[in-house]
C-alpha cells in the first residue's frame, strides 16, 4: 500500500509533486479496489488498457475495471493522442524481492530510460534494478501506457494491505528524484549519453500442478528472495510437497524477476526469466 | 497460504495426520474466501464462532460466513457439548514477525498449555512464543473455539496470497510434533508440571487518524519486526507522513504483537500490547 498512502497523501497536500515546470496531478487508479483492499474488482486495471477495452463499447466487457479504464483515458489521454499527458508515474509493491526497481515497457523507451539512469545516479541509497516488462509481440497494458511516457516503480517485499515505513520513504524519495529529473529536463538540460543494464522479460514460468490445476510445489527455498540473481541451469527452482527438488531446465543463466508474487498465482506465474543486457541510448536534450 | 496449501495436501493424503490413537479430518475452515484469496468473502468467520451467531436462525445476520459456521459447528462441534471434536488445530499465516506463534484463549486451557510446552521442549528449530489472545470478558470466537480445545498457530512474517517454502516446513514440522504430543497423551502419558512465559493479550491500540478515518501515520521503523521485544513508555510507535514520531504513552514496558498485520487495519489494530507474564501449571495425565 506504499503508492496507495502516498497518493492518498497527495490528494490532501501535492506540493511536494510540483517543480517549476510544470503541475502534477495525483489520483488513485482503482478506487473502488482500494476500499476494499484487493488489486481489482472483476479484472485487473493494469491489463486493461489494451485496444480491446479501450475502443470497445461493448456491453459484453463492461465491468467496473473497463469503465475506469475509459474515465482515466478520458482524463489523462486519449491513450496515443497528441493530448495525453506528458508522462505518468504507477506505483506498485510486490512481495517479490525486487528491490526499488524500475519498470519501464521496453528499451525503446528513450526518455523513460534517461530517467531511470539518473535515478540510479542519484539515488544511492539502494540498488534500483531496471526490469523491461513487454514480452516479443505483447501490448503495452498497463495504466500509465495513456500517457505518452512512463515509469512503473516496483518496490519490494512488502506484503499486501500493508504499509512499511521504509519502503514508504524509499518511494517517496524515488519519486522525488524523478520529478526533479523531468523539471531538469523542461528546463532543456543536456542528458549525455550512456550505457545501463536492464533486465528484459523472456518468459513466464508458471507453478507445477496437479491434473487438477492446483499447484502441486512451491517455489524452493534457494530461490525465494533472489530477485535478479543468477540462476543456472540445474539450480533448484520448485520444492515439492513432497520435498523432492525441481531444478531449472534452461540452457542459460537466466535472472528471475517476481519470485513468488502474491498478485501472479492466479495469472500463473511463479517467476519471470529475464535476460540481462546491456542498452547504449543517444544523449536526451529538450529542444526549448 | 501455509495453511491452505498444508490442508489442501492433507485433503489429498491425509496420512501423516494420523497416529496410533486417534483419527484427524482435515478441512478448509473458509473454501470460498479460499478460492478468492482473501481472508472472508461477507464477514470474518474466525470472529463469527459466538453465541450470537451459532443460536440465532435471524435472517438479518445471514451471510455465507454464517452459514459456514453454522457448518463447522454442526460437523466438529456443536460448540460447548459433550459430542464436540476433542481437539481442533487452525492454522494462520501473519504480515507480522510472530514466528512460531503458539495462539491459546487463554492461561485457563490446561490441555493445550501442556501442548506449547511440549513444542517449545521438542520444536527447537526457532522460539515459539505463547501468546493469550483473549481481553477480558470477550467470549472465545475462533473457529477452533467449537472443538472441546485447541490451539492456532501464527506463523510470520507472510505476505497473504503467498505461500513460502520456510514458513511451510516450520508449520508442517509444528503440526507433527503437536499430534505427537496428543498421542502420548492419548496413550496415558504423564505430563510433569511446569513453569512458562506466556504473551496475555491486554489491549488493542489503532492507527493515529485524520478526522475523516484515514490512516495519517504508519509503525514507526523502530517498531516494525519487534513483536514480542519490550517496548518502553517513550519509545515511537508511528511516523507520521511529515516525518514526527509518535511515542508510547503507557506507563509500563508493554511487548506488542501483531504489529502492521494486514488484516488488522480494517479492525483498527495497528498492534495489540501484550503483558510478559509466568504461569504455572500442575501435571497432567489422562485417565485410561
Avoid at 498497463?142 to 512488502?158: D, H, R, Y
Avoid at 524452493?220 to 520435498?243: A, E, R
Wanted: glycine share 4%.
Amino acid at each position: 500500500m506504499s503508492g496507495v498512502f502516498l497518493a492518498k497523501h497527495w490528494l490532501r497536500d501535492p506540493s511536494e509533486l510540483q517543480r517549476d515546470t510544470f503541475h502534477a496531478t495525483p489520483f488513485l487508479g482503482n478506487p473502488r479496489a482500494i476500499e476494499k483492499c484487493v488489486r481489482y474488482i472483476e479484472r485487473d486495471l493494469n491489463r486493461t488498457f489494451t485496444a480491446k477495452f479501450l475502443n470497445s463499447k461493448d456491453s459484453n466487457i463492461e465491468s467496473y475495471e473497463v469503465q475506469r479504464t475509459w474515465e482515466v483515458n478520458q482524463i489523462f489521454g486519449p491513450k496515443s493522442s497528441s493530448q495525453a499527458y506528458d508522462f505518468m508515474f504507477d506505483l506498485h509493491n510486490s512481495t517479490s524481492n525486487m528491490g526499488t526497481c524500475l519498470i519501464v515497457d521496453s528499451e525503446h523507451s528513450l526518455l523513460p530510460m534517461h530517467l531511470c539512469n539518473y535515478i540510479q545516479k542519484h539515488y544511492t541509497r539502494s540498488p534500483c534494478p531496471i526490469y523491461l516488462y513487454q514480452l516479443p509481440e505483447e501490448e503495452a497494458c498497463g495504466i500509465n501506457s495513456v500517457a505518452k511516457a512512463g515509469l512503473a516503480l516496483e518496490l519490494g517485499p512488502q506484503p499486501q494491505g500493508v504499509v512499511r515505513a521504509d519502503l514508504l520513504v524509499q518511494m517517496r524519495s524515488v519519486m522525488a528524484c524523478a520529478l526533479d529529473f523531468i523539471d531538469l529536463f523542461n528546463k532543456g538540460m543536456l542528458f549525455p549519453p550512456f550505457e545501463i543494464d536492464a533486465h528484459k522479460a523472456v518468459e513466464h514460468i508458471d507453478y507445477p500442478r496437479y491434473p487438477d490445476g492446483e499447484i502441486s510445489a512451491v517455489i524452493h527455498p534457494n530461490l525465494q528472495d533472489k530477485d535478479f540473481l543468477p540462476l543456472k541451469p540445474g539450480d533448484p527452482i520448485f520444492q515439492t510437497v513432497n520435498g523432492e527438488d525441481i531444478l531449472y531446465q534452461g540452457d542459460d543463466t537466466t535472472y528471475p524477476a517476481f519470485i513468488n508474487e502474491a498478485a501472479y498465482y492466479e495469472k500463473k506465474v511463479a517467476f519471470v526469466k529475464t535476460e540481462k543486457l546491456t542498452f547504449s541510448f543517444p544523449a536526451l536534450q529538450k529542444k526549448l
